[in-house]
T-cell receptor
Framework: DTAVSQTPKYLVTQMGNDKSIKCEQN?????MYWYKQDSKKFLKIMFS???????INETVPNRFSPKSPDKAHLNLHINSLELGDSAVYFC???????????FGDGTRLSIL | RKEVEQDPGPFNVPEGATVAFNCTYS??????FFWYRQDCRKEPKLLMS???SGNEDGRFTAQLNRASQYISLLIRDSKLSDSATYLC???????????FGTGTQLKVEL
């Protein structure tokens, strides 16, 4: 009965590769998010979608491309991975943008 | 000034102690406020919403001071299991997003 599920949980890959992370929520929420949490533990928003439309794009390099095929899914594709991309990526969802967010377990991305 | 600021800690307290965290925010138009808890290597989880009149949930009390633009979290009779990072969350940017503070680390010791 996982509310927000993201896959994979761990991702280890080499610099320069392209990878995707998937996220799905079964809470019936309209809004979904991607966050990056780096080694200093600061949780920074990357993107937000409301009903499949992009509403927040926080100065993220265009190597990162989110895609929302429907309001229950928000995937993140990353091209040409760099060492600095190593972090934990969290997906989250909420009813509306100012309501509490429910987070997935996180995807731990390590770039070799 | 940062949108949301918290003392990073760590706060090391003995079991049974009362501990309080403050969080300041810069946008006077902010309307929604929350406290989240994040355990090591886990996802953030909602602890409680913060209402204008203040609210309590068991050992936890949250307060909002709009005039001084801060919210607080009080934990009474702290338990070892309360050890975690506590994140302050505030609606910013015209109410179209929530901004997370950097978190305050709490360590409850025997």
């Amino acid at each position: 009965d996982t509310a927000v599920s993201q896959t994979p949980k761990y991702l280890v890959t080499q610099m320069g590769n392209d990878k995707s992370i998937k996220c799905e929520q079964n809470l019936g929420h309209d809004t979904m998010y991607w966050y990056k949490q780096d080694s200093k533990k600061f949780l920074k928003i990357m993107f937000s979608y409301n009903n499949k439309e992009l509403i927040i794009n926080e100065t993220v390099p265009n190597r990162f491309s989110p895609k929302s095929p429907d309001k229950a899914h928000l995937n993140l594709h990353i091209n040409s991975l760099e060492l600095g991309d190593s972090a934990v990526y969290f997906c989250a969802s909420s009813h509306t943008v100012d309501q509490p967010q429910h987070f997935g377990d996180g995807t731990r991305l390590s770039i070799l | 000034r940062k949108e949301v600021e918290q003392d990073p800690g760590p706060f090391n307290v003995p079991e049974g102690a009362t501990v309080a965290f403050n969080c300041t925010y810069s946008n006077s138009a902010s309307q929604s406020f929350f406290w989240y808890r994040q355990d090591c290597r886990k996802e953030p989880k909602l602890l409680m919403s913060v209402y204008s009149s203040g609210n309590e949930d068991g050992r936890f009390t949250a307060q909002l001071n709009r005039a001084s633009q801060y919210i607080s979290l009080l934990i009474r009779d702290s338990k070892l299991s309360d050890s975690a990072t506590y994140l302050c969350v505030v609606s910013t940017g015209g109410g179209n997003k929530l901004t997370f503070g950097t978190g305050t680390q709490l360590k409850v010791e025997l």
